[in-house]
């Protein structure tokens, strides 16, 4: 089976690692899968081309104007069909918006989106009319993958989605994010590292669905307590002015680093006292199982499947009303109980084990491909 895996990646988050770790596994279990990877004519490289070609992984880059750009849609289509590929994989809205309205041009490929999750953007929007199209285009698929029991509530109620959508929960290569854990962290990054203890550290996009304004709010009281601690926030987003100027009016600039994007991340949580995931909403944070997976205590909110995952705080502590006081009260329970703390870590990691696996995640994919390739 060909399959073809379809993304405009904005970094290497935690969809794109989803999708490396499905491919990897794909390729094991005998399927022929490749990632085309969309972006703008003035981008060299993306993140997730640098590392599927790290992972020896099969890509193709794949330039074009932004937006709806249908004729490029209609030449990625035909170069499919030529390579022999029968199903078209979508990860995110762009393709799922293009695929869907080149539905007449998409006959003879099975067709299946996963949701990751949704922003929840600000009514009236640009990304709110995309949610908007989303939505819609998601119905024309044969098959819609949620990462979580929760998001269900997300996709709406029609019959339609009823029959074709299905959870699949992401999953991690286990073995690869422990070898990865053992990278040395660049100059700076190891210096703050050393600088400050206890180490707080966020993770993902920098805009506001992920709470790092909440979180830098937290910060300053629990300075109070600890005055060696540092704050670490990696990704890069629309919001780093915003979030950059929170950071100069709170007067914490000497113990908070924003570097951006870094691939060292499991690294990075290996050094930290704390992952801190005050997120607006979710699906289900690969973030969230990787540091689960090495053994990071972990403050999360309710949303998404973070509860279920974290199984109502065994495997961390989980806030149902996320503000910088009840995150700081939080944020201080973990690193003054480390007995406690170890203990819901030590739950995680054997949970990331047994049940998110890449392994499990890829096989249970495969069964939906079959299912929509014959149907």
């Known amino acids: 089976m060909k399959v073809l895996h379809l993304i405009d990646s904005g970094g290497l988050y935690g969809a794109e690692k989803v999708l ?3 491919v990897k596994e794909q390729q094991r279990q005998g399927l022929e899968p490749m990632i085309l990877s969309a972006g703008s004519p003035d981008i060299a490289e993306k993140a997730i081309e640098a590392e599927a070609v790290r992972l020896g992984l099969p890509v193709k880059p794949w330039r074009m104007r932004p937006g709806l750009n249908m004729g490029e849609t209609r030449k990625i289509l035909d170069w499919a069909k030529a390579q022999g590929f029968t199903l078209l994989h979508s990860h995110g809205y762009k393709f799922n ?3 869907a309205l080149q539905r007449r041009n998409t006959k003879g490929f099975a067709t299946i989106t996963t949701l990751h999750g949704y922003v929840h953007a600000r009514r009236y929007s640009k990304m709110w009319v995309y949610e908007l199209l989303d939505r819609w285009a998601i119905r024309t698929f044969d098959a819609v993958v949620l990462v979580g029991e929760a998001m269900k509530s997300e996709i709406g109620g029609s019959k339609r989605l009823q029959r074709t959508a299905r959870v699949i929960l992401n999953g991690l290569d286990v073995e690869g994010l422990q070898k990865k854990a053992e990278t040395p962290l660049d100059a700076r990054l190891l210096a703050f590292c050393q600088k400050h203890t206890p180490l707080i550290v966020g993770v ?4 506001r669905e992920k709470g790092f304004d909440i979180l830098l709010e937290a910060f300053p009281e629990l300075k109070r307590h600890y005055p060696e601690a540092g704050l670490l926030i990696v990704g890069e987003g629309n919001q780093r002015l915003i979030l950059e100027g929170l950071v100069e009016s709170l007067g914490i600039e000497e113990c908070v680093l924003m570097p951006g994007f870094t691939d060292t991340i499991p690294s990075l949580l290996r050094c930290a006292a704390v992952l801190a995931m005050p997120s607006r909403t979710e699906g289900l944070p690969v973030t969230l199982l990787e540091a689960m997976s090495i053994g990071t205590p972990i403050v999360a909110s309710a949303v998404g ?8 705080g065994k495997g961390g502590r989980v806030i149902e009303e996320v503000t910088a006081g009840t995150l700081s009260d939080e944020l ?3 690193l003054s109980d480390e007995t406690g703390a170890q203990a819901r870590a030590n739950w995680a990691k054997e949970e990331v084990a047994g049940n998110f696996s890449a392994t499990a995640m890829a096989d249970q994919y495969q069964v939906v491909y079959q299912g929509i390739q014959h149907s």
């Open 332 to 334: 201080q329970v973990v």
């Open 204 to 207: 993902g996009r920098l805009s």
């Open 20 to 22: 490396l770790a499905l």
């Open 97 to 99: 918006i293009l695929l």
């Open 305 to 312: 499947a973070i509860p279920q995952t974290l199984s109502q």
